[in-house]
């Protein structure tokens, strides 16, 4: 009897061990986290520069906080794309989004219009005015083109790719399609509206679409960043920092 007792023992130990570092290497397994493939620069790849302009920077009529701040990292990675491509709101005076085309409306404030609900901005990025001009620091010589967007009078433009009413193209997907391009990685201002909207229609585009979060700054109002990014996460658009790119 105290033979068979001892034999149960060593049985029940070994048996414990052995549950022991299943669990332990399942733990493991679930604090892996999925390795992703650095991210491709080459021909058939486009730096989308959103937006920055004088009056969404520190100083402008619809200044996103430290807005600014994108330049420096924008103008370092941009140098290591062939392809560069920036988006420019371009609103002509009394665009319906402007909250004084309303009169008794404020700024911020949102509304319906025959597309849809319409956030109220102050009067902002008027064709042929400073704040429209691109801050003076960005330094691209490379970029081949320029999409404005926003310069028709009654329907606001986020998007480099469609504009607000869903149904309006800008033409940037035709342009990168008949230029082979196959990725879009996306920067500027503000995250939550006009990089969220155009690297979202990146992807429903069918490019491979990624955005640099550092080379972003966003307004975030009411809740609207934390939507962003998860809308972005539906459409698998990949969330990387500068230091993610190849040099």
Not at 8 to 25: H, S, W
Not at 198 to 219: H, M, N, P, Y
Request: proline share 6%; hydrophobic share 40%.
């Amino acid at each position: 009897m105290a033979e068979r007792l001892r034999i149960d023992r060593r049985e029940l130990i070994a048996g414990a061990t052995a549950l022991t570092a299943v669990a332990a290497a399942g733990a493991g397994k679930a604090q892996e986290k999925p390795v992703q493939d650095k991210p491709v620069i080459d021909e058939r790849t486009v730096l989308i520069v959103v937006d920055v302009q004088n009056d969404f920077c520190p100083g402008g009529s619809l200044a996103v906080a430290k807005g600014d701040e994108v330049v420096p990292v924008i103008n370092a990675i941009a140098k290591r794309f062939a392809n560069v491509v920036l988006t420019q709101d371009w609103h002509p005076p009394g665009h319906a989004s402007f909250a004084s085309s309303h009169p008794g409306r404020k700024p911020f404030e949102t509304i319906e219009m025959p597309y849809g609900p319409q956030v109220l901005w102050p009067d902002h990025c008027v064709q042929g005015t400073k704040g429209a001009e691109f801050h003076a620091d960005l330094d691209l010589p490379q970029a081949q083109t320029i999409i404005r967007k926003g310069y028709r009078r009654d329907i606001d433009s986020y998007s480099g790719f469609v504009e607000a009413d869903r149904r309006t193209p800008t033409g940037l997907t035709g342009y990168l399609r008949e230029r082979g391009i196959l990725r879009a990685v996306v920067v500027g201002l503000a995250t939550d509206f006009c990089v969220n909207w155009t690297a979202q229609d990146a992807a429903k585009a069918g490019f491979e679409t990624l955005v640099v979060e550092d080379a972003c700054r966003a307004i975030d109002l009411d809740g609207s960043l934390a939507k962003a990014w998860a809308g972005m996460a539906e459409l698998d658009i990949r969330r990387i920092s500068a230091r993610d790119l190849p040099g």
